[in-house]
């Protein structure tokens, strides 16, 4: 896609490559005092699990340690995990939710 300008001289288009922007996964951290219950609404209420899925996630938590509830970009990731740690204060739990690039 060359253009000619009137002196003489051509002009490429260069092609841009976008990178699309790093993946960060949410996770949940087990710990011995925030109920499985509380676990399961968490993942509904901020990551619009149904209760089977939101279960599945929440035996993962307790049977290794953490579980995967969702990869975002890196606002998004940063707005979940806050928003689960202020529902966690409020309700006086201490569940963890981090997240890391994939």
Sequence with gaps: MATKRQDGTVLEALESKLKPPPLFKVMLLNDDYTPMDFVVVVLQKFFAMDLERATQIMLKV??????VCGVFPKDIAVTKVEQVLAFARQHQHPLQCVMEET
């Excluded at 307790?62 to 579980?67: L, Q, T």
């Design 62 to 67: 307790h049977r290794d340690g953490m579980g």
